[in-house]
Every structure is written in C-alpha cells, then in structure tokens.
C-alpha cells in the first residue's frame, strides 16, 4: 500500500527545527487555518527570536486539564503563540468495542463515552439502532417523555459539573463544593431511577430498560424547588463579581464563522450568537411540544460561555416541569417481540417466553441493512451516532460523533496571543470531557 | 465478494429499472429517509465544495468505514464498491438540513483529498481517519496519529486488526 502521510510527532515541534514551509503549515494546523489564511496574519510576530521564545508542557496530568488533556504551549513571556493539544491518552478503542457487542449491549459501551451526560449517549445510539430497525416512529408516548425528562436532568448535572469545575479552575474553590452539592441532587435521583448514579444504561432500543419508580414526582419537584435559589447563590458568588467577570470577560473570544468553520457546536456556537439548537431547529422526542428558549450569546467569549450554560440550568427546569405536567400514561418500551424480552412474570409461565428471553440476551436481535446518522443535543453540542449495519445482532460499524472531539479544536484558536493565565480559563469554558475526546 | 455472480446481475438489473436520482451527477439514494450522496473519489472535493455553495456551510462529522467483510453492501448500480468508504456528513445551519456524502476509497491507494482547506474543522477527523484506517489525506497540515501513539504499528479500526491478538504495544517498556 503507497503512503503518502508520514507519521510525524504529534509534539509541538521548536521553531528552529521547522522550515519557513513547514512553521507556516504548522500555524495553519494548529490555527485550523489555511494556508493561505495563515501567510496573512500579521497580529504576532511571525518570527520570533528563538530565545524568546519557549514551549513548555501542560498536561497531561494537570488538575484543570479536565482527565488527561495535555497541551503543548509555545511562550514568549506570558504570551501564548502556538498551543497544540495532544489526545489519546484515554483512548480504549470504544468504536472497536463497539463492533463487538450487539446492539442490545452497545448502550453499556457509549454510555461511558462523555461520562458527564451518559444518558444522551445512549438516548443517540437508541435512537439510531431504532431508526435502523425503522421502529422509530413506534416508540410509546411514555417512554419518549421519559427520555426527555431524563435527557433534560443529565443536562442540568453536566451543566452544574461545569460550573463546579468552572469555579475550581478559576479559584472560585467554595463553588467546586456547590456545584458538586447540587450535581448529587440530580445523581441522587438517576441512582434511584436507573439504579446507578453515572454510565446507566437505562436508554435502550425500543425505550426504556424500566418504569420511574413510585414517587418520582416528588423527587424531580424537589429538584426543581431547590435548584432556583441555588442558582441564585451562583448569581451573587459569580455572575455578578467584578473578578469573575475580569477573568473571563474578553478571554477566548471566537466568531461564529470561525465557530462555523471549525465544526464547533452547542455552547460554543451559541456564545457566539449562532441560534442553533436541534432540540429546536432538528426537534427529536417530543422538544417541538415544549417551551423553551435557546440561550445565546453575543462576544463569543468564555463569560458568555459560562452565563449560557447557567442559563441553559434555568431553561432545562423550565423544560422539566412541563414535561412533569404532560407525562402520558402508558408503555416504558415498545412491545416489539424482536426487540423487547418478555416481562419478567411471562418467564415463569411460558416456555416459549424463556427461549425468547434468553435468546435476546445472549444473540441480540438482528438490525437489517443499513447506515443511519443521528445526532441530539447533548450539553456539549451535537452528539451524533454513525451506524453501519451488516444484518447481524451487531453494528458492522459504530461510530460516534463526539462534540468534545470536535470542540477542543477551538482551543488552538482562542488561546493564541492570549495569556497563559487565561488558558485555563479556556479550557474550562470549552468544558471537554476527555472520555468522549479520547473514546 | 461473498455473493455468487448470479445474484448480483439480479441487483443491478433491478436498479437499472428505475433512472437513479442524482445530484451534481452523483447517484443520491435514501437511507432510513436521510440524504445520501455517493460521490467518486476524483469528484469528491469539487461536490464538497459546490454542497457549501448550496449551503452545506458545516461539516459535522467525518469517518471511514472498512467494509473488507462486507463487500456486498446496497449501493447504486454506478457505483463499484472498495474496501474504504469515506463518510462525510454536512449540515446547512440556515435550512436545517443534512446530507451524507460516501466515497469508495480502494485499498491499493487508500489517499482521499483532505477537505482542510473547505472546513478547516475537519482536521481533527481527518487525522483520526488515518489514525484508524490508514487513509491518507491528500494536503493535510499535521497527518500525525491523533489517539494512538505516533510510533503504533496498525490501524486499529480495520477489520484485519483482530482485538487481543497483538500484544499490548508500550512505548520504551521492556518486552
């Protein structure tokens, strides 16, 4: 087989190791742009002394890396000129596991792709095993407003995540606590539902693995009760400081067609002004019935990033309450014999019921032909699931759009010809989680 | 090619019935209701860029797919299947629409155009790609490996990759 890439270092390479060609294409790479576009610049010196100029390591055991990111920075004095991130370092081959489990099984597998939202990652690869199997119109009322209030509630921990981790990586340490604090609410209740605080496994093809437990209600309601004067707290810890908003008014700033260009989604676009949600403009489950409002931005920069996603808390709860009013009556799962096992009573009084129970389990069941992309929203943007299908009880290719993945793109971008200070900061506003980077 | 000759002639004589649909000269077909557009690989850059014209602004997603095992997928009568498939899925923001490009990629010369240039978001994929599969990106800035090590051996995604066969490769530990 003829090659034409050479497998070069993924390191940030010094400058005097490069040619004048080679520094230009390697601005390009890391700026993401052309290069073309990157002969043009002229903001920073293109060509500073070596001495200068220094590229130290960040990462990738760093406490505000956020897992296992690790950046190369090229320095002069506080000034970042280049910035590279290297990935991998928890790379496990999710997409070759995925080839090897059946469709049935899949869903423990993605669910611990973006571990901060497990439960958008199995809602995309439900829903793309479903529209494979063309029962994707079938899904009972219940089960699709489960999925929803469920999908919402994983939004507000990931969001309250982010503003933990938010504040720790800015210094606003009493904030780490909060946002943990009221991260355990949600967890507490998906403990109760799915039996597991993270990596659930309780979205699954055909609906959902169970019925909401008694009391429920209850529980989502004191959520919702808490959670506004909570919210209110982060307002006067936060929102509101003059050092908060020093720290990230301005810093990482990026335009929407730069956003555009480089693929980013969710947050990111939206603080840019880009209206773009596909709960809204791509509406799955049951989003066109319900009332809500896209948060957006309008500087492209991380305090717009931050204030989105406090806001994006506030709109999720306004989205859970009428999903409490409107939860239908009815079926958790569709009663599809191919994709559903019998009801647990059934097996004890039907043979018929046990072969068919153990036959789900262990073969799967068959997904005809096929490829299918789907993608949702999840709190980093859009999460999108990539089916090949050979016939078989398992996907002949599983790939999964990761927003992570594409996002920490812009990171090259927003820092340069910022402080190294306001890297962290930048990184924290692009909130990746680093298992779905890495998958 | 698990198929026998007779059944394929079948297959081709039914798809030759009805006039394939196409666009910018690219058999397009439906898959599950999506839009999909089987583009050659010497068209490839050129339908990437007349789609953005079109408003196709955004590339979302790009992967490959190594179909060694599975050489008898549906595909229209045009097109001759290879072993790679590039799968490139854009979106237009303003109508909110989507489209899915494939291109067969042959595994005698598994090169494709990088579409870096176009959407500049894609180089991340693109290098993920080539991590993966082995497919080069012809006019990529950085074709590194992005998730394995830079000197792994193999591209883990291809179907001959066989899982717990290869001893766990460690850079510098001693074997």
């Known amino acids: 087989m003829t090659m034409i890439a050479d497998e070069g270092a993924q390191e940030l390479r010094p400058r005097s190791e490069l040619t004048a060609r080679e520094l230009l294409r390697e601005v390009g790479s890391v700026l993401r742009l052309s290069e073309a576009e990157a002969a043009k610049l002229g903001d920073l010196p293109e060509d500073p002394d070596e001495d200068q100029t220094m590229v130290i390591n960040m990462g990738p055991s760093h406490p505000s890396t956020h897992g296992v990111l690790r950046l190369m920075l090229e320095l002069q004095g506080e000034t970042v000129l280049r910035c590279k991130p290297i990935i991998g370092y928890l790379h496990t081959g999710m997409e070759k596991t995925g080839e090897q489990l059946t469709f049935m099984q899949g869903g423990t597998n993605v669910t611990r792709m973006d571990y901060a939202s497990p439960l958008n990652n199995e809602l995309v690869f439900s829903m793309a095993t479903e529209k494979l199997l063309g029962i994707d119109g079938d899904i009972p009322e219940r089960a699709q407003w489960m999925r929803m209030l469920l999908s919402e509630l994983n939004r507000m921990s990931s969001h309250l995540l982010f503003m933990a981790t938010n504040g720790m990586d800015l210094g606003a340490v009493s904030m780490m606590i909060y946002g943990w604090r009221e991260r355990e609410e949600v967890l507490r209740f998906f403990q109760k539902v799915t039996g597991l605080r993270m990596n659930h496994n309780f979205v699954r093809p055909g609906g959902l693995a169970a019925d909401l437990p008694p009391g429920w209600r209850d529980d989502v309601l004191r959520i919702l009760d808490l959670l506004p004067e909570r919210l209110e707290e982060y307002d006067i810890l936060m929102t509101g400081q003059p050092i908060w908003r020093e720290r990230l008014q301005g810093v990482g700033v990026i335009t929407p067609s730069e956003a555009l260009a480089l693929g980013a989604t969710g947050p990111i676009l939206r603080s840019t002004g880009v209206e773009w949600d596909l709960r809204r403009h791509d509406p799955y489950l049951r989003y066109d019935e319900v009332d809500f409002d896209i948060i957006v931005g309008s500087y492209g920069d991380a305090f717009d990033r931050y204030a989105i996603r406090l806001n994006e808390i506030r709109e999720s709860m306004r989205i859970v309450r009428q999903i409490l009013d409107k939860m239908p009556e009815g079926d958790y799962r569709i009663q599809d014999k191919k994709v559903t096992p019998p009801p647990r009573a059934r097996i004890d009084e039907s043979m018929e019921a046990l072969i068919h129970h153990f036959k789900i389990f262990t073969e799967g069941f068959k997904v005809p032909e096929g490829e299918v992309y789907v993608a949702i929203e999840s709190p980093r943007g859009e999460i999108g699931c990539y089916i090949a299908s050979d016939g078989s009880p398992t996907p002949y290719r599983m790939h999964v759009r990761a927003p992570s993945f594409v996002n920490i793109q812009c990171l090259p971008h927003m820092m340069r010809g910022g402080l190294v200070a306001d890297a962290v900061a930048v990184i924290s506003s692009v909130d990746p989680v680093l298992g779905e980077v890495d998958r | ?175």
């Open chain 2, 1 to 175: 090619m698990t198929d026998s000759p007779e059944e394929q002639t079948e297959e081709v004589v039914e798809e030759v019935a009805a006039p394939e649909p196409e666009m910018f000269g690219c058999p397009m077909t439906e898959s599950r209701g999506q839009l999909v557009l089987h583009v050659a690989r010497d068209r490839y850059l050129d339908v990437a860029k007349q789609l953005a014209d079109e408003g196709y602004a955004m590339c979302v997603d790009l992967t490959a797919v190594d179909y060694s095992k599975y050489m008898d997928r549906p595909l229209p009568a045009s097109v001759s299947p290879e072993r790679f498939e590039v799968v490139v899925n854009l979106l237009d923001i303003t109508h909110s629409r989507r489209i899915r490009l494939r291109t067969q990629v042959p595994e005698a010369d598994a090169t494709i155009p990088t579409l870096f240039d176009l959407h500049p978001g894609t180089e991340a994929m693109e290098r993920e790609v080539f991590d993966m599969f082995g497919i080069a990106f012809d006019g990529h800035p950085d074709p590194s490996r992005i998730l394995m090590p830079e000197d792994w051996n193999g591209y883990p995604l291809r179907k001959d990759f066989q899982v717990g066969t290869i001893p766990v490769q460690f850079k510098g530990a001693a074997s």
